[in-house]
């Protein structure tokens, strides 16, 4: 019966190539060139969609957003402890928040309709469930991450995990000058960073990537951060 229940829950069967997934999340937390405007353009989209109250526009504007490279990268460095990649990552990741604030602030700046949508109210008030469904949605995503055949799961977890709509959100209360709107929904841009980062150390310690030799108070305090 364990060997069983093991077969069945086994992730290391059809895990990809180490190296091979470490260089692809090295490149994903990147923020230069195509994925700068990608993310701008996507921020875009997400913004109109909040505008105009449009599901089905915020949901494509997710799928197209590169957000979660740095994140997922932020996390496997500190399950590796390289420290260079955190570095490079949560540079990255402030890149990439700050020129989302930027252009969602500009767009709803500019923009003629002000009025506060149900899809940007829903935003501004993270609660447990947020907590629950970023940590999971993390989960899903870097175990797809590592996986041979990388599946179906990613653009739901970039769905699930919505982290464009609080971003932009915060834009909206920028522009606005609703300041709880702001603080809210970077609240919950915020609680879905840091949980799908957990979820991403987690899911490393679990499969044992080999770390790169750190200080033991190094160590201590990437442990005791989490």
Not at 47 to 56: E, H, K, Y
Not at 73 to 81: D, N, V
Not at 88 to 96: E, G, I
Request: glycine residues 8%; charged residues 15%; proline residues 4%.
């Amino acid at each position: 019966m364990k060997i069983i229940l093991y077969n069945l829950f086994n992730l290391h069967k059809c895990e990809d190539n180490r190296e091979k997934t470490l260089e692809s999340v090295k490149n994903n937390s990147s923020f230069r060139g195509a994925n700068l405007w990608i993310l701008a353009c996507a921020i875009i989209v997400a913004s109109v969609g909040l505008n105009i109250n449009s599901p089905a526009v915020i949901i494509g504007a997710m799928l197209i957003s590169p957000l979660m490279g740095p994140i997922v990268g932020s996390g496997f460095a500190l399950g590796i402890f390289d420290f260079d990649l955190l570095n490079k990552s949560l540079r990255n990741l402030v890149t990439a928040t700050l020129v989302g604030l930027l252009v969602s602030t500009f767009y709803f700046y500019i923009s003629p309709f002000k009025e506060a949508q149900s899809e940007i109210l829903s935003r501004t008030s993270p609660n447990i469930y947020d907590v629950l469904i970023a940590f999971f949605g993390g989960l899903v995503g870097v175990i797809a991450v590592t996986r041979v055949e990388k599946g179906n799961p990613i653009p739901g977890v970039a769905i699930a995990t919505a982290l464009m709509p609080p971003l932009c959100t915060a834009g909206y209360g920028l522009a606005t000058s609703h300041y709880k709107y702001f603080f809210g929904s970077l609240y919950l841009y915020s609680i879905n960073c840091v949980f799908i980062c957990i979820a991403t150390y987690a899911i490393v310690k679990f499969l044992k990537y080999p770390a790169k030799q750190a200080e033991v108070k190094h160590q201590n305090r990437v442990k005791y951060g989490i």
